[in-house]
T-cell receptor, first 112, second 112 residues
């Protein structure tokens, strides 16, 4: 039972263009959502988050959008840079526990 | 301030051997977590400790035990390693329920 789904395993975009990474969730108890970035041979690092009381959160080139009715969130990177090439994980938490549930990740490649 | 540290970085075990993966954090975080990352599977929670003195099973706890030694340290033990436990193991910590998790650099374990 996969509660957080990242259905596309990979995405390739041209440098300077927008990257849009999608994530869907099934558990309506989730109320806080996060994106992590992971380079090879390193641990994941926190990128940006959004609470369910908001529908958008922006931090520099990174914006996360949340559509609660569709149980869908997306990460927009504008403009994309070669250094953004990494695996991106979507994660969610909610309810009484303190656990994060992660998606399987999406590999982003930004072509120079 | 080292954040989350993990030892060892690499380990090769033979089937049936035991070992303990060590994790420590210096951020005064309450919650600590152990994940494993396998190709195409994302990050799966093995065990977590919401606070000092408590531990709970995650998604894939079989074959593992944990000890929350004190607020700083959370160890993961493999009593009898199996090839299916070949993976990259990440430790993480978090201050409270709403905050992001901070990850260590990982331990790459191979069981032959």
């Amino acid at each position: 039972d996969q509660q957080v789904k990242q259905n596309s395993p990979s995405l390739s975009v041209q440098e300077g263009r927008i990257s849009i990474l999608n994530c869907d969730y099934t558990n309506s108890m989730f109320d806080y959502f996060l994106w992590y970035k992971k380079y090879p041979a390193e641990g994941p690092t926190f990128l940006i988050s959004i609470s369910s009381i908001k529908d958008k959160n922006e931090d520099g080139r990174f914006t996360v959008f949340l559509n609660k009715s569709a149980k869908h969130l997306s990460l927009h990177i504008v403009p994309s840079q070669p250094g953004d090439s990494a695996v991106y994980f979507c994660a969610a938490t909610g309810g009484a526990n303190s656990k994060l549930t992660f998606g399987k990740g999406i590999t982003l490649s930004v072509r120079p | 301030n080292a954040g989350v540290t993990q030892t060892p970085k690499f380990q090769v075990l033979k089937t049936g051997q035991s070992m303990t993966l060590q994790c420590a954090q210096d951020m005064n975080h309450n919650s600590m977590y152990w994940y494993r990352q396998d190709p195409g599977m994302g990050l799966r929670l093995i065990y977590y400790s919401a606070s000092e003195g408590t531990t709970d099973k995650g998604e894939v706890p079989n074959g593992y035990n944990v000890s929350r030694l004190n607020k700083r340290e959370f160890s993961l033990r493999l009593e009898s390693a199996a090839p299916s436990q070949t993976s990259v193991y990440f430790c993480a910590s978090r201050f409270g329920r709403g905050g992001e998790q901070y990850f260590g650099p990982g331990t790459r374990l191979t069981v032959t």
